[in-house]
């Protein structure tokens, strides 16, 4: 069965600091990842990556996916607190998307 | 606003109820994706349409639940005789093909 697994699922860091947040994913006839940003609505749509070891960045958030290792990651650089919300990692099919639970991003101020 | 719409944006219900919801896909976007969201987990696949067609439905949606997507444009989603399991967030979503999905503001029901 497909799934997409997100670690770690809670992460409390200071304004400033650099998180990494992880996905691993097991998607049969993938076709690529994709990074969604949820703020108590709907996601907002991040990154798509299709290619390993390609990174795409936007600001101070990049993202890289191993697709020989079935992994992704998010870094974001310089946390602010806007950063603070659930950042979701999901695997597409064509004709679906299989969602990680998220990981839960609170920064401090 | 372009977006993907989705209407209500929050319903509250007795259960046993039936409730009805809706979902404005952008316009160019021939795919439309229904999920449901619960606390603390990501969205779950419920259904999906290319065009008028319903492609797939996933074992989650019960036969309490139907969804049309009449003229290929706008969708319903339907619940029949509400459980208060089926208390969530109902998230619509559209794309042109296997392209990116784009999210609506969702639909939060509240079965009592």
């Known amino acids: 069965e497909d799934k997409v697994v997100q670690s770690p699922l809670s992460l409390v860091v200071h304004e400033g600091d650099t998180v990494t947040l992880n996905c691993s994913y097991e998607?049969?006839?993938?076709?690529?990842l994709l990074w969604y940003k949820q703020e108590k609505k709907a996601p907002t749509f991040l990154f798509m990556l299709?290619?390993?070891?390609i990174e795409k960045k936007s600001g101070r958030l990049s993202s890289i996916l191993d697709k020989k290792e079935l992994f992704s990651i998010l870094n974001i650089t310089a946390t602010q607190t806007g950063d603070s919300a659930v950042y979701l990692c999901?695997?597409?099919?064509?004709?679906?998307?299989?969602f990680g639970k998220g990981t839960r991003l609170h920064i401090l101020p | 606003d372009t977006g993907v719409s989705q209407d209500p944006r929050h319903k509250i219900t007795k259960r046993g109820q039936n409730v009805t919801f809706r979902c404005d896909p952008i316009?160019?976007?021939?795919?439309l994706y229904w999920y449901r969201q619960t606390l603390g987990q990501g969205p779950e696949f419920l259904t999906y349409f290319q065009n008028e067609a319903q492609l797939e439905k996933s074992r989650l949606l019960s036969d309490r639940f139907s969804a049309e997507r009449p003229k290929g444009s706008f969708s319903t989603l339907e619940i029949q005789r509400t459980e208060q399991g089926d208390s969530a967030m109902y998230l619509c979503?559209?794309?042109?093909?296997?392209?990116?999905?784009?999210f609506g503001p969702g639909t939060r029901l509240t079965v009592l």
């Open positions: 979503a559209s794309s042109w093909l296997a392209d990116t999905q784009y």
């Open positions: 316009s160019e976007h021939n795919r």
């Open positions: 999901a695997g597409s099919r064509d004709d679906k998307i299989i």
């Open positions: 299709t290619s390993s070891g």
């Open positions: 998607v049969t006839n993938f076709r690529s």
